[in-house]
């Protein structure tokens, strides 16, 4: 913490409290730029920009905390992350634009930082120490500074239509097709950059759209972020859905894309009855996949399916959703590219998602995979208690090294709770579940497509068997102006191994262990005063090899399964501060894995970091 | 690091300047609703004061804010509030959205914003819940992020402030 004082700039400080003083004298309004009021026959009149702007400052630090270990740890370095978007609607037209910044120092041109490297690591050329990227990583963005036009768009709302240009989203179905990478709540996205049309009547919704991926480079939270190194690709689509009556939806979609290099195409269609007999939803997709195959090859064309069902029933208390999915070759829409933590939608996972945050490897992540999911929802009017369980089973077809070659036929039950409670003044709210997955091996047939090694190797593997045990608990307590809540997830990971393995660190001390399993877990303590001011508290425990974790052999995201991975406990604390509606400051002092965080009554996942992080978000 | 001082310092004095206008135009939007009808912004706008809420159905958060935006919804129902409240799910996951309004007993609308269009447009870094309330001068008037238990009150009173006086 010395270390990590000392190298804080001093200028940071001061000019941080004077903000967070001034904002404090800031009144409560709700503020806006109204362009053109005054002059009624402007054309700017009626106007709204609406502008939001979060900075973040970030020190990082990698503490050394193992002083056996003779590696030193990486060096420190400061980053500025900016993000401005800015809205302008003039009556149905908006524009909207995302300008990202990122700097970091020092860099190899800083002569003190060179002399320092030089020092540690004589002649080698010189890395900057914001490249510290874990293996996986193909052309680390280097630069000390970037500014990017992340998104824009210009969207037209019409009555019943939209045509948009610019950045959008697209999903068809429930999201086999267009599996583009898209997840909002951590920041990390790959939209479109083309043109998209939408009619919406009461009968009939059609959506054509056309462009090239357009994936985020800066993201505000994973530095140096390329998010899955997919090229500008092309890809066209559209989707016409009929619904003839209230409860009754047909839809035809297909989708031509260029994102493997080689002009592929996928068609399909979904049926959805909504509301029989008031309770039952049925909904079914089906999806043929056609890749496109190199000139002069000799093999035959690549095929795929993707064919998903769900199942609602509401009677009375009790709701069961069965959901089932038969996939092959059904995710080759996304190139092939390191495994990256927290990165991929996964359409319709049947799985209970928090838990495989960090587990990507597992089956749920699979082209190839046939399951069924039976989710019974029983609720107690009396008691307000919500009583959940599921069991799911799928037979996945998919190897995921390095964990296993093989097959493998899942079994995964969960249990869950949810339970408001008035005691007088107080409320408590308890949401809490417990599961196991267990990976039972199979041993795979010879299967057409793969290399001579590649079968030689799956015919030789041991067939391990891999099990996840998960918890968590989220307990809130309120009184009055006070909250406090106290979130705790914890998964313990087991593989079994055909032998005793040992490994000699480079702290010198053999470990043997036949039992190759890690766990994870998280806790953090927070209180909050008139939903104004947070302060939460963290400690996180992990030695699972492919955790994001800043000292975990000095790199976001260590992706290689190694052994000489580090067992880490992360301690931190964090300040939230919204004294007014339009501002928040935030201040995080510590360390962090990689993970969903809920405090101050919002949840965000945030990577691996270590150091000083200071976020000042601004709206108006 | 002296490269970025000015930024910082820019930035810190964009939060002191003064408010220029309480309230900004709620931009219209066309969602398919959960019951599968096409719902639009301005089917209320200007008739009601809109309380809108971006939620997801692994936000815990969210799940709070909801059980108290439905009462609020019964009981100040008549007096001219509509509650919207817009999923950001992924679109596989309608089936669990449906599933947990059946089991909350929840009334007001439910919106699914699978593409992002929407919450792109008004809460760009998707902070879940986020809640907007925009009043029948068609103004957004009060926006905020996240939920603890008792903050229903200030949205109460924000949303009371807004309607019609009670006879």
Redesign the interface.
């Known amino acids: 913490m010395k270390a990590l004082l000392q190298n804080i700039?001093g200028?940071?400080i001061p000019?941080a409290v004077?903000?967070l003083l001034?904002?404090l004298?800031?009144?409560d309004?709700?503020?806006?730029?109204?362009l053109g009021?005054e002059q009624g026959s402007a054309l700017l009149h009626?106007?709204?920009l609406?502008f939001?702007?979060?900075?973040y400052?970030k020190y990082n630090l990698v503490l050394d905390d193992d002083k056996d270990d003779s590696r030193e740890p990486p060096f420190p370095f400061?980053e500025?992350i900016?993000r401005t978007?800015a809205?302008l609607?003039i009556k149905?037209l908006?524009l909207?634009l995302?300008m990202d910044a990122l700097?970091s120092?020092p860099g190899c041109s800083d002569a003190s930082f060179s002399e320092a490297y030089a020092e540690r690591h004589g002649d080698s050329d010189c890395i900057p120490p914001n490249q510290i990227l874990g293996s996986g990583w193909e052309d680390p963005v280097s630069e000390q500074f970037l500014l990017r036009l992340e998104k824009a768009y210009l969207r037209y709302?019409g009555k019943?239509f939209?045509l948009q240009l610019g950045d959008?989203?697209?999903?068809?179905?429930?999201?086999?097709v267009l599996s583009m990478v898209?997840r909002?709540?951590i920041?990390q996205?790959n939209s479109l950059r083309g043109a998209r049309f939408d009619l919406?009547?009461?009968r009939l919704?059609l959506t054509l759209l056309g462009g090239l991926t357009n994936p985020q480079e800066i993201s505000m939270e994973l530095r140096n972020q390329g998010i899955d190194k997919l090229d500008a690709r092309l890809l066209a689509g559209g989707s016409v859905t009929v619904?003839p009556t209230?409860?009754l939806?047909f839809g035809l979609h297909s989708v031509g894309y260029d994102l493997l290099g080689l002009p592929s195409f996928s068609v399909g269609g979904t049926a959805e009855i909504?509301?029989i007999a008031d309770v039952l939803?049925l909904?079914i997709e089906g999806d043929g996949f056609f890749y496109g195959q190199e000139e002069g090859s000799n093999e035959d064309p690549v095929r795929g399916h993707g064919i998903?069902f769900?199942g609602?029933l509401?009677a009375g208390p009790m709701?069961l959703?069965i959901?089932a999915k038969s996939y092959r070759n059904a995710q080759l829409l996304v190139q092939p590219g390191p495994v990256v933590p927290l990165q991929y939608?996964n359409?319709?996972?049947l799985e209970h998602?928090?838990t495989i945050t960090e587990d990507i490897n597992g089956s749920v992540q699979s082209g190839n995979i046939h399951g069924l999911r039976l989710?019974p929802?029983l609720?107690f009017f009396k008691t307000n208690t919500?009583l959940t369980g599921s069991v799911g089973v799928a037979l996945d077809l998919e190897p995921h090294p390095p964990f296993s070659r093989q097959h493998e036929f899942t079994l995964h039950p969960w249990i869950a709770i949810?339970q408001?409670i008035h005691l007088g003044k107080a409320?408590l709210?308890l949401?809490a579940d417990v599961g196991y997955r267990h990976d039972f091996p199979v041993r795979s047939d010879q299967e057409s497509g793969i290399s001579s090694e590649e079968s030689q190797l799956r015919a030789d593997e041991f067939l391990s068997h891999t099990g996840m045990l998960h918890y968590s608990v989220?307990f809130?307590v309120?009184f009055?102006?006070h909250?406090i809540?106290l979130v705790s997830r914890y998964r313990r990971h087991a593989v079994t191994l055909e032998d005793e393995v040992c490994w000699t660190p480079e702290s010198g001390t053999e470990t043997c262990d036949r039992d190759d399993g890690w766990i994870a877990m998280e806790n953090a303590l927070s209180y909050?005063l008139?939903?104004k001011y947070t302060l939460a508290l963290h400690i996180d425990h992990t030695d699972d090899p492919i955790v994001q974790s800043l000292s975990n052999n000095g790199a976001i995201g260590n992706l290689a399964y190694d052994k000489d991975w580090r067992r880490s406990t992360y301690i931190g604390a964090e300040v939230i501060v919204?004294p007014v509606?339009?501002?928040?400051l935030y201040a995080f002092v510590g360390s962090q894995k990689a993970g969903i965080v809920?405090t101050?009554?919002?949840?965000?996942t945030v990577p691996a970091f270590t150091g000083v992080k200071t976020r000042?978000?601004?709206?108006? | 690091m002296r490269f970025f001082l000015p930024l910082i310092a820019a930035l810190s004095l964009l939060s002191i300047s003064p408010p220029l206008h309480a309230g900004e135009n709620a931009g219209d939007f066309t969602l398919p609703s959960l019951s599968g009808d096409n719902i639009s912004l301005s089917d209320y706008l200007g008739k009601k004061v809109i309380l809108v809420s971006f939620f997801a159905t692994w936000c815990a958060p969210c799940i709070k804010e909801m059980a108290k935006l439905n009462d609020m919804q019964k009981e100040l129902g008549d007096r001219g509030l509509q509650v919207l409240s817009i999923s950001v799910d992924e679109a596989r996951d309608k089936a669990k959205v449906k599933q947990l309004i059946k089991r909350m007993r929840y009334t007001p609308p439910v919106l699914l914003d699978s593409d992002s269009k929407v919450v792109n447009s008004y809460n760009p870094r998707k902070d879940m819940p986020w809640t907007m309330i925009i009043g029948i001068d068609k103004q957004i008037q009060h926006k905020k992020k996240g939920f603890t238990e008792g903050d229903e009150v200030k949205i109460r009173e924000w949303v009371e402030a807004l309607l019609p006086k009670a006879s």
Request: net charge negative; with cysteine; glycine share 10%.
């Open positions: 700039h200028a940071v000019i004077a903000t001034l904002a004298t800031l009144p309004t709700a503020t806006a730029v109204q009021e009626g106007s709204t609406n939001n702007n979060t900075s400052y400061h500025f900016n978007t809205t609607r149905r908006t909207g995302q700097g120092w709302a019943g939209e959008f989203y697209a999903s068809f179905g429930r999201g086999i898209k909002p709540e920041d996205d919406m009547t009461k919704g619904r209230g409860n939806n909504s509301n939803d909904f998903y769900a609602t509401y709701t959703l959901e939608t359409p319709p996972s998602e928090p989710q929802e609720f919500t949810e408001p409320d709210h949401v989220d809130s309120t009055g102006k909250s809540e909050t008139m939903g919204k509606s339009n501002l928040e809920c101050g009554g919002a949840c965000r000042l978000s601004v709206n108006f």
